[in-house]
């Protein structure tokens, strides 16, 4: 069995914000569980950007962000590689009029791997909740 998570919930996972409880929560399910979290190729650059952005910020400081640089280097993710489903992810990118079409990437690697897709971003969620079953807020997450 697999999960799909997205930068937002890994970020969540190592650096205390909303719903990181959730999402340490969901990291130690699956790994309890036997549940492999899967993520798209670009994810490291993504969560590690994101982190990245919080230390220039000053959100949090060069020290925590060096810690959770390496928490996310530990987080059991197996990225794969996507790049086969660019013209995927663009269908389902204009079909719901995302933003960012990393997102759906995201959504296209959920979708071929028959898994669920845990995301962080209520703006992705609420766009395709109505009509992809398998996408699922972080928020909802209660546990296994």
């Known amino acids: 069995m697999e999960w799909c998570i997205d930068a937002n919930v890994a970020v969540k996972a190592v650096v205390k914000e909303d719903f990181s409880k959730n999402a340490m929560a969901l990291v130690s399910d699956a790994s309890n569980m036997g549940i ?8 490291d650059a993504e969560t590690n950007g994101a982190v990245r952005k919080k230390v220039y910020s000053g959100e949090i400081t060069v020290k925590f962000g060096d810690i959770a640089f ?16 660019l013209d ?3 269908e389902i990118a204009k079909q719901f009029r995302l933003r ?23 703006e992705l969620y609420n766009s395709v909740k109505n009509d992809l079953v398998f996408v699922k807020s972080l928020e909802d997450y209660k546990g296994i």
Do not use: G, K, N
């Not at 492999?36 to 994810?43: C, D, N, V």
């Open 36 to 43: 492999r979290l899967i993520a798209p190729h670009f994810f």
């Open 100 to 122: 960012w079409l990393y997102d759906a990437f995201y959504v296209a690697l959920a979708e071929e791997r028959d898994c669920l897709f845990w995301t962080a971003d209520m």
């Open 70 to 85: 390496e928490m996310l280097r530990e987080l059991p993710t197996q990225i794969l590689s996507t790049s086969h489903l």
């Open 88 to 90: 995927r992810a663009w």
